[in-house]
């Protein structure tokens, strides 16, 4: 047992809850405005390190999109790595890394507005605020075509996406602070490789306040959507790892807490070596980076939130690891429809390195433009996979649920359905046209009123919150951006659209109840048709 157990303490999570739904009446009475010259810098630019660029000349990635973003082939195992392991020990080369890191977090459009110009990056994220960092911990890397110097040096690095480089923070391996952190996670202490991802809060909350604690896993579950289908085209194990020893990570990473702090991280590739033994010291450094903004300032509900969900020590990593319970859920009361995901031979082929760059979100749907309910079914099928995650064991249930009002789907009943992952069909829980309905819940958006469908994240916070404390509303944020970024690339990959998008909380459920009573809504997203390019407008 932890010594505070902090993490038990579960009315904390609920008060962050509760105090950052959106409803009607909290959007009409919020007085927050867009403090225009206080906007954040979207970067983290240390200003004393050197730099070290990243190769820039690297491969397309060719497998096809829909195939790598539903791949639990390499990570979804049961998390033993074990030393019986007759495969191959893939160590990621710098190129593969600088792949991962561009298709995951690097600059991939750059757009003219009359206010200045925004740098779009390879995954959504909510107002193009960007607040999340990623940072390198790993041993000396040394590709195939290596020569008898490493590709890189062991060492922790930043990854700084403005000048595709990396900058080194300490020299010597330290996987194991890692290691431990983790409770000895075996995906962990086996990888050559861990990538940190980190949330700065003012980045963000400039603009979406306290709600920002939420985005920080909505933001980086897009992020690694990308990234675990990067690596699946790569060949390269990789799994999701949310259980650690937050200040042992946060002071590996140097990190001021009271404004950056480490959300999550991914295992990459596998050795046969563990982790050398962890220095026991780590010395505080003082590294000067940019300022974000003449002013920032702090919303103490997220750092609370933050603290509550916070693991103090190995044992209770060791004991919050795992997977949920099965659901109780009722038998379904409707009508069961099942998928018809297309087939290897008939879905799209395009691959996920073109997918990636073509991505973006869709600011206007095309009304009345329909997607084929074999094109839904395989956006449905492909995203809903097993994600291989520490929170998650393979066939496991996901924590959040999908319900969806579907508009404009080719021989679907226009209606409000929940997806039965168990059967792969979707239930119809009421039939009718409810355009206007998915707008209102969408914050009165004109976005889910005119895609072809709108699909809403729902959760058993009750159940999360008792098998995973507090921790388990950060692993439902991230799980939910995870999922949702696959769907970006879904639809994208079949030549659709898709764009992420906020909701009144309540409504949501309200809408979706008696089925859903009792559960919260988690993450929202639209797909459907884009309609020709307008004037682009930034928000959400
Ligand atoms: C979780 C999430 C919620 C979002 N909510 C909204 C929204 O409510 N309204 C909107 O117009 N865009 C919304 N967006 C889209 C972002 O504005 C968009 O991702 C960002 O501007 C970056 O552009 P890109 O996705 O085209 O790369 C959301 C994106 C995400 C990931």
């Known amino acids: 047992m932890g010594v505070a157990m902090r993490n038990r303490e579960t009315a904390a999570g609920w008060a962050y809850h509760d105090a950052t739904k959106h409803s009607f009446q909290s959007v009409r009475h919020n007085a927050h405005f867009l403090d225009w010259p206080n906007k954040p810098l979207p970067f983290k630019i240390?200003?004393?390190?050197d730099r070290i660029e990243l190769p820039r000349e690297v491969p397309p990635?060719?497998?096809?999109?829909?195939?790598?973003?539903?791949?639990?082939?390499?990570?979804?195992?049961?998390g033993e790595w074990g030393a019986e392991e007759k495969t191959i020990f893939p160590t990621p080369s710098l190129k593969d890394l600088a792949q991962i890191l561009y298709y995951s977090a690097g600059i991939t459009k750059i757009k003219n507005y009359s206010g200045g110009e925004i740098m779009f990056r390879a995954a959504s994220c909510t107002g193009a605020l960007y607040e999340i960092e990623l940072y390198l911990v790993c041993g000396d890397l040394s590709g195939p075509e290596a020569g008898p110097e490493a590709d890189l040096e062991a060492g922790v690095y930043h990854f700084s996406p403005h000048d595709f480089s990396l900058r080194r923070l300490r020299a010597?391996?330290?996987?194991?602070?890692?290691?431990?952190?983790?409770?000895?996670?075996?995906?962990?202490?086996?990888?050559?490789v861990m990538i940190i991802c980190t949330g700065v809060y003012w980045r963000n909350a400039w603009k979406y306040q306290a709600r920002t604690y939420r985005h920080f896993g909505w933001d980086n579950g897009t992020m690694l959507a990308n990234l675990l289908a990067t690596a699946t085209a790569l060949n390269l194990p990789a799994r999701v790892v949310m259980g650690f020893v937050d200040e042992d990570v946060n002071r590996l990473l140097n990190l001021d807490t009271d404004r950056e702090v480490a959300f999550s991280m991914v295992s990459l590739g596998r050795t046969s070596a563990p982790s050398p033994e962890a220095p026991a010291e780590i010395e505080q450094l003082v590294l000067e980076t940019e300022p974000l903004s003449p002013s920032e300032v702090d919303y103490p509900a997220m750092r609370e939130m933050h603290a509550a969900s916070s693991l103090d020590d190995e044992d209770e990593v060791r004991q919050w690891r795992g997977a949920m319970p099965e659901p109780k859920n009722p038998p379904p009361q409707g009508q069961l429809i099942p998928l018809k995901p297309l087939g290897a031979d008939r879905m799209s082929r395009e691959g996920i390195g073109s997918v990636i760059l073509k991505r973006?979100?869709?600011?206007?749907?095309?009304?009345?433009?329909?997607?084929?309910?074999?094109?839904?079914?395989?956006?449905?099928?492909?995203?809903?996979?097993?994600?291989?995650?520490?929170?998650?064991?393979?066939?496991?249930?996901?924590?959040?649920?999908?319900?969806?009002?579907?508009?404009?789907?080719?021989g679907l009943q226009p209606g409000a359905y929940a997806l039965d992952r168990d059967k792969w069909a979707i239930e119809l829980?009421?039939?009718?046209?409810?355009?206007?309905?998915?707008?209102?819940?969408?914050?009165?958006?004109?976005?889910?009123a005119a895609a072809a469908a709108t699909?809403?994240?729902?959760?058993?916070l009750n159940a999360i919150f008792e098998r995973f404390g507090?921790?388990?509303?950060?692993?439902?944020?991230?799980?939910?951006?995870?999922?949702?970024?696959?769907?970006?690339?879904?639809?994208?990959?079949?030549?659709?659209?898709?764009?992420?998008?906020?909701?009144?909380?309540?409504d949501v459920i309200e809408f979706f109840s008696p089925r859903a009573q009792g559960k919260s809504a988690v993450f929202h997203i639209a797909i459907g048709k884009s309609a020709k390019r307008g004037m682009e407008v930034i928000s959400g």
Do not use: C
């Open 46 to 49: 240390y200003t004393t390190l």
């Open 61 to 78: 990635l060719d497998m096809p999109a829909l195939e790598a973003i539903s791949s639990g082939e390499w990570g979804a195992g049961s």
């Open 172 to 192: 010597d391996d330290y996987r194991g602070v890692i290691g431990r952190a983790t409770a000895g996670e075996s995906s962990v202490i086996h990888a050559p």
């Open 360 to 410: 973006g979100s869709t600011r206007r749907f095309a009304r009345g433009g329909s997607v084929s309910f074999e094109q839904f079914s395989t956006l449905l099928y492909r995203s809903m996979q097993d994600i291989p995650a520490d929170f998650l064991d393979a066939g496991a249930p996901h924590l959040n649920e999908l319900y969806l009002i579907v508009h404009a789907v080719d």
């Open 429 to 448: 829980i009421k039939a009718g046209e409810f355009r206007k309905e998915a707008g209102y819940l969408g914050l009165e958006q004109a976005l889910p």
């Open 455 to 460: 699909i809403f994240f729902v959760a058993d």
């Open 470 to 506: 507090n921790r388990g509303y950060r692993a439902a944020q991230l799980e939910s951006g995870i999922i949702g970024g696959k769907m970006y690339l879904a639809a994208y990959a079949q030549g659709f659209g898709a764009t992420g998008l906020t909701f009144y909380d309540d």
